[in-house]
């Protein structure tokens, strides 16, 4: 009863706000309008309106769905601070972090749904009534971690949160515990997504044991530097007071990351050129094109400039402090880890085909649109979660008499006090 | 008269407004989709009238390995009534189950191969695909004679102007190789292909979810998917099928070469086989010491494409 009655007031509390609120949700309605009565056409007509092929079968969903899993997987390095270190900038914030999991790997499964010829039989992806073919088939894994890591985001913030809502305690080794495990999940989401492509030993492009450490740079690039550019936003419309401290950190965290990916990206250059055997066609034609066609060129240098760009920015303290700056990277490490991780590492591994095919892809209207139906979703979840989060954070959820002004107040004389109570109890250690 | 404050925004009309907007917004999209194009009358077409039973069957179909041979027989017969329905002809569907002590095996002669195409023609004759653009199980690469580097093979020769073989030239046929260790069985998620005891690796077309994970693992890009209904007209259909070989397939689903289980399994010869007027194709049971694919085994060169995957394909070339 009391859950319903939690699970009632988050509702409402989503379903409430003002012209702009709703505006936004009017132009995400639109996209996913616009993406479900495209895919209605899809279901009926086949596959055959994407771009994919015999030669490319997969194409710019699995492409979304790659980048995604990063995406979902970065929410790691808000948890592990803020459950295991008790960073309380972190603390702050972490569920926000969390509730980006929970739309992106809901966006994950979308992007593999719309992807089937068969999405009827959908049902036979389950261990019952279906068939699953684990633990031979990678794309079972997949269909295990993301659900469990999608289950593990929505459970700890959800049990943290009911307990916010009563105002009371909860149980502070349960939490751990959950954070321990969904520490290593999100590392085995993209670890499994990584190996649903090194897997394939017909495909030199992608059968290399660096995709795996390569996918997890990436992730937690990406990851974080979305995750940034939703603190701002939060910053802006929810005056969530998002600490500098923990900004700072994730753009440590990005320019490190964007780091290693590059040194990994050198590597794999070095290994595919200076000998260039036949394994290396698909990174020629990546890179420089082949057999006069060089449809991703175009896509992987402007990832490279975006990518070394974003890591400039983001070495140059100054850079990395300024707000504008440190926005624009973020932007530009996302995109940059979009086309690399999709456009640049799906596509090139169909090209040529194993029969030495170089037959190229270029994604269709429709496949646009559908996308922007799953994307539509993911940021209405994610929109529709954040609502009543802050409301709980804020203690007007549980005390709907609370004024919102008067809230924030509360909240920062809650703080100042916790922080005070430290400061003293360090002095006191100190002393003594 | 009631006076109404003006000031305040009326409750009512907020929410009609909203909910307005809202719905202009999901319309606005409806209209900029691109929808189908198919018209009722050709969904109909692909679908035949099938009667509610049916389809309600057809959707909640079983596993054709967890099926028992009567449930079975109820599968084969509703298959029957939806291509009588779609197609208008009388399409047996049959289930010959494998040979005991028969595991089929191919060999193919590269100096007789003289690239005709005969055997692609013969196949999809025989395997009712999709026709206009014809799927094709079977792939003829023209190369240099010296090289067997595949990226430097001609996919879409001889444009019915050139004359074949062409000087300097070779041809070399790729279809599914069965393999021993086929990694198109490991990638599929929900077991929709296995591979038989008389070693064909088959499809259940009622099974596959369309996900496509065997296509990117196969080696010899042996497998093809639908991209959309089937086009097959009524004059082609083959009507002598079987339920994991050549019965007419739907949209959404992989498909491959299956050695033409429908006739193999009836001690024919495949129809690629049959079709080749320079006797490059030898086809046959590889566990009978006396079969001439075993002679050709056993005395010829022979060689397979991609032998370092370890997938031990049981598809051979070899020259005279």
């Known amino acids: 009863m009391n859950l319903l009655r939690f699970l009632y007031d988050c509702g409402k509390t989503s379903l409430s706000g003002g012209r702009l609120y709703w505006t936004w949700i009017g132009v995400l309605l639109f996209f996913i309008s616009m993406g479900a009565f495209t895919y209605m056409g899809q279901a009926q007509d086949g596959l055959v309106v994407t771009g994919m092929s015999d030669q490319v079968s997969w194409g710019f969903y699995v492409s979304n769905f790659t980048f995604l899993v990063g995406v979902a997987a970065a929410a790691v390095m808000l948890v592990i601070p803020a459950y295991i270190f008790h960073n309380d900038d972190a603390k702050r914030v972490v569920l926000l972090g969390e509730g980006l999991a929970v739309a992106a790997s809901l966006m994950c499964m979308l992007f593999v749904a719309v992807d089937l010829g068969r999405p009827d039989r959908i049902w036979h992806l389950s261990p019952y009534p279906g068939m699953f073919n684990w633990p031979s088939s990678l794309l079972t894994w997949d269909v295990v971690v993301l659900n469990g890591y999608f289950v593990l985001n929505l459970l700890i913030p959800g049990y943290i949160l009911y307990h916010q809502y009563h105002n009371r305690p909860y149980n502070k080794k349960l939490v751990f515990a959950g954070a321990v495990l969904s520490m290593f999940w999100a590392i085995s989401i993209h670890t499994v997504t990584a190996f649903l492509f090194a897997s394939n030993t017909a495909r030199p492009f992608w059968s290399s044991a660096l995709v795996a450490p390569r996918f997890l740079a990436t992730a937690f690039c990406a990851g974080p530097a979305f995750i940034i550019i939703t603190f701002f936003i939060m910053d802006k419309i929810a005056k969530y007071q998002i600490g500098n401290k923990v900004i700072d950190m994730l753009a440590v965290i990005v320019a490190v990351s964007m780091q290693i990916n590059i040194i990994m990206l050198i590597a794999e250059l070095f290994v595919e050129f200076y000998a260039e055997g036949q394994h290396s066609a698909s990174a020629h034609y990546l890179f420089l094109g082949l057999g006069g066609k060089s449809g991703l060129t175009g896509w992987i240098w402007t990832a490279q400039a975006f990518n070394l760009t974003a890591v400039v920015l983001l070495m140059i303290e100054k850079t990395r402090k300024n707000r504008k700056t440190l926005i624009l990277a973020c932007a530009l490490a996302v995109a940059g880890i979009w086309i690399e991780k999709g456009m640049g590492f799906v596509i090139p591994g169909f090209i040529p085909t194993p029969l030495g095919e170089i037959f190229e892809y270029k994604p269709t209207i429709n496949e646009v649109k559908i996308s922007g139906m799953v994307f539509g979703i993911g940021f209405l979840v994610f929109t529709f979660m954040m609502k009543p989060l802050r409301a709980i954070q804020l203690g007007i959820l549980s005390n709907p008499e609370l004024d919102r002004i008067e809230a924030v107040r509360m909240q920062d004389e809650q703080e100042k006090a916790h922080m005070e109570a430290q400061l003293k109890s360090y002095e006191e250690s100190s002393k003594s | ?320």
């Open chain 2, 1 to 320: 008269m009631k006076f109404q404050n003006n000031n305040q925004p009326d409750p009512k009309r907020r929410a009609a407004l909203k909910a307005l907007g809202l719905g202009a917004a999901v319309g606005a999209g409806a209209l900029a989709s691109s929808g189908g194009t198919l018209t009722a009358e050709q969904r109909q077409k692909h679908h035949g009238e099938e009667t509610f039973e049916d389809h309600w069957h057809s959707f909640f179909q079983q596993h054709y390995q967890r099926m028992s041979e009567e449930e079975i027989e109820v599968v084969l017969e509703r298959l029957e009534r939806k291509y009588k329905a779609i197609y208008g002809v009388e399409v047996k569907v049959e289930n010959e189950q494998p040979l005991e002590g028969v595991v089929f095996g191919y060999a193919l002669n590269i100096s007789k191969c003289k690239g005709y195409r005969e055997c692609v023609k013969g196949c999809t004759t025989e395997n009712n695909q999709s026709k206009d653009p014809d799927l094709e199980y079977i792939r003829v690469l023209e190369l240099e004679k010296g090289t067997m580097n595949l990226e430097t093979a001609d996919h879409y020769y001889g444009d019915g102007e050139t004359k074949v073989p062409q000087p300097g030239k070779f041809y070399l046929p790729v279809q599914c190789h069965h393999c021993e260790n086929p990694p198109c069985v490991k990638a599929c998620p929900v077991k929709a292909t296995w591979k038989e005891p008389d070693g064909i690796v088959v499809v259940d077309y009622n099974w596959c979810i369309g996900c496509r994970m065997c296509a990117n693992a196969c080696p010899y890009w042996a497998r093809k998917f639908n991209w959309h209904e089937p086009k097959l007209p009524v004059e082609q259909v083959n009507p002598e099928t079987h339920y994991l070989g050549n019965r007419p397939r739907f949209q959404g689903v992989m498909e491959k070469c299956t050695f033409c289980i429908q006739r193999t399994r009836n001690g024919q010869m495949p129809a690629c086989q049959e079709a080749c007027p320079t006797g490059a194709r030898v086809f046959g049971n590889l566990l009978d010491p006396d079969s001439e694919i075993r002679y050709v085994l056993e005395n010829k060169n022979v060689f397979r494409l991609k032998e370092e995957l370890n997938t031990e394909p049981k598809f051979w070339y070899y020259s005279d």
